[in-house]
């Protein structure tokens, strides 16, 4: 096998804007990241559908028709 031929490899610690840390393998030293598991709506709960103009509404109005069939 050739010498150095792979990168290092770190044991980290992941920084999320949110101030959560998580311990990571990486080949990087230092990672930031700005949303993680820990503040991201989808996994806290707090994910709101945005209806704009009636959208959803108004596609359901038009392909009612289809679903009776």
């Known amino acids: 096998m050739k010498k150095d031929l792979h990168p290092k490899y ?5 920084r999320c804007a949110c101030g959560n840390e998580i311990v990571v393998g990486s080949t990087k030293d230092n990672i930031s990241v700005e949303i993680c598991s820990n503040c991201h709506p989808f996994y806290t709960g707090k994910q ?22």
């Open 48 to 69: 709101k559908l945005v209806d704009s103009a009636g959208r959803i509404e108004r596609f359901r109005r038009k392909y009612a028709k289809f679903q009776n069939q």
């Open 10 to 14: 770190f044991e980290t610690k992941a």
